[in-house]
Every structure is written in C-alpha cells, then in structure tokens.
Nanobody, 124 residues
Framework: QVQLVESGGGLVQAGGSLRLSCAASGRTFSSYGMGWFRQAPGKEREFVATISASAGSTYYADSVKGRFTISRANANNTVYLQMNSLKPEDTAVYYC?????????????????WGQGTQVTVSS
C-alpha cells in the first residue's frame, strides 16, 4: 500500500508561481514512476507531468511544457511540481499518482495510487 499526500496549492495571480509537493510512504518510493494529473470542474482528470523512478526521464502535457517542471527526491520520498507562468486555465485540483511501472506514463490506468488532491486557483 502507498499513501500520497499533496501540499502547496493555493490562490495565485496569473503569471505567478507555485510549487506542489507530494509526500509518499508505504512502499519503496524509488522503485516506481510518479505523475501529476489535474481535474477542473466538470472535466475529466488529465495528465500534467510524469517522472521515472530514477528521475532519468520526464514527460509533459503540451499545455504545460516549458512552464512546469517535475522533479523528485528519492531520499525523502517526495515528488515536486514547480509551476511557473501560471494561467487561469491551470485552475484545477492537482493529484499526484504512483505508477505500476518504473518508467514514465501519461496514462491514468497505469497509476495504482492517488493522493487526495490540492486545489490550485489562478486568478486573471
């Protein structure tokens, strides 16, 4: 079993920055890939970014490429999402997930565990 707890969400003006954190416990954190997804009201949960177990590979949704950076610190079982140049359309609940595989994955079905989510609101 894996427990994931996100933090760092909040209200920010357009153009601002936030850093989300996801603390993991329960399994060997360094053995599985991690991802960030988001869900806006009335929409499906969508992929944002993913990082491999070794942190050697990352992959981003086109909508956030160049603005968001995913990273991880296996020593303290944490994955991060640095979000810069935020836009109102980035407003959503952000979830981190732990994948069933060690590599990168943009597919929800490959994620076995999810956190409770953290709200990000970007005002115009």
């Amino acid at each position: 079993q894996v427990q994931l707890v996100e933090s760092g969400g909040g209200l920010v003006q357009a153009g601002g920055s936030l850093r989300l954190s996801c603390a993991a416990s329960g399994r060997t954190f360094s053995s599985y890939g991690m991802g960030w997804f988001r869900q806006a009201p009335g929409k499906e949960r969508e992929f944002v970014a993913t990082i491999s177990a070794s942190a050697g590979s990352t992959y981003y949704a086109d909508s956030v490429k160049g603005r968001f950076t995913i990273s991880r610190a296996n020593a303290n079982n944490t994955v991060y999402l640095q979000m810069n140049s935020l836009k109102p359309e980035d407003t959503a609940v952000y979830y981190c997930g732990a994948s069933r595989i060690a590599g990168i994955s943009p597919y929800r079905y490959q994620y076995a565990y999810w956190g409770q989510g953290t709200q990000v609101t970007v005002s115009s």
